[in-house]
């Protein structure tokens, strides 16, 4: 084979690799890990305050925030919704997270961290909801808007699969040729 063939097949390769690399969305190694262990972490942090704000009880005349518990019997916003309907719905959708849980752990551990994130955050919830008949809420935002950890968990997680598939979907800016 003549040198001008061999550094020829030489560059492909390079370029190969470089295009595979730029191409190919490759996260830290430990970025699933730290999904995994801040979706336990806040879990716990979320029950452990609103143990806090069932001790504390309400706060008769709360500030611009406060800590006080608030009891949702609604959904997100309070918005009403007869228990008929609350528990399938409720239960299908948790089904749904579950098995886009399952599935991505094989394929895509960081997916599968933000979808745990997700899964905790709704769980809590719903254990205040089969506990107490209503969501445990305990930061209070001018007297009117109510939320928890588990709220911000679900949000954020929510926010990071978007990004996370807004990622994967993204072009890679090489043409084929």
Do not use: C
């Amino acid at each position: 084979m003549a040198d001008g063939q061999m550094t020829k097949r030489a560059e492909m390769r390079v370029a190969e690799t470089e295009y595979r690399t730029d191409s190919v969305i490759i996260p830290p190694k430990g970025a699933p890990r730290l999904w995994f262990a801040a979706a336990a972490s806040a879990f716990v942090l979320d029950r452990i305050l609103k143990e806090a704000a069932i001790v504390r009880g309400v706060d008769p005349s709360p500030g611009t925030v406060a800590f006080t518990l608030f009891r949702n019997t609604g959904i997100a916003f309070s918005l009403p919704l007869p228990r008929e309907i609350f528990w399938p719905a409720a239960a299908a959708i948790f089904a749904v997270l579950l098995w886009l849980f399952f599935r991505s752990v094989p394929k895509d551990k960081l997916r599968a961290g933000m979808l745990a994130m997700i899964i905790l955050g709704a769980a809590s919830n719903l254990i205040d909801r089969y506990l107490y008949g209503s969501t445990t809420d305990y930061l209070l935002f001018f007297g009117r808007s109510a939320i928890n950890v588990a709220d911000a968990m679900i949000v954020v997680g929510m926010a990071a699969l978007f990004g996370h598939a807004a990622k994967q979907d993204k072009p890679s800016g090489h043409a084929i040729q």
